[in-house]
């Protein structure tokens, strides 16, 4: 029975410790075989004037973004076609690969991109996950596409998956892999 201890300064809010104790919950699975009723984790809060580095009492930094709802507030951005807000989630050196291209840096090389391909698409999720890199967060989401092809017929189950890197609160890469070519008409 794995039990780990975790000491943070005072001031992250109760749904930002709970992301904590998740997330070394799975770091513990993915050692160690124990099914997560048999892990324990303790996360032990100290006030900022109990604590100090170099002499210097400190904050505590802001908590990240949760990886995984930010990709996912992304593509409903994108969906909705609020290009602002989600090329606000975008970090610098950003790029995106599709089936078939080169690395796009631009949303909008992206709608042009697919302005021949179909009228529009939208996604139904199975899954995202999110695992922590040495650099970047790396979240995975799949599932089904459904939309309209340029002449207006309708399209559906359509499987996906998209993978985001996601360093410093910003989406810095994605790359999708989907069977659109599979049945799009000829």
Known sequence: MPVVQAHVLEGYSPQEKS???????????????????????????????????GGAHRAPAPALPDP???????????????????????????EMVFPGTAPMTTLEELIDWAKPRYQFVTKSYEATEAFQGEHSAAVYTRGTLSGAWPDGTAFEGIRFIDRFEVRNGKITRQDVWNDIAEVRPK
Request: charged share 25%.
């Open 19 to 53: 992301r904590l104790t998740t997330a070394l919950t799975q770091a513990i699975r993915f050692v160690v075989p124990a099914p997560d009723e048999a892990i324990t984790v303790m996360v032990h809060e100290v006030a900022p004037e109990a604590y100090a580095r």
């Open 68 to 94: 995984g709802a930010l990709v996912l507030d992304y593509l409903k951005h994108m969906e909705a076609r609020d290009l602002d807000a989600a090329r606000a989630m975008l970090g610098d050196g950003f």
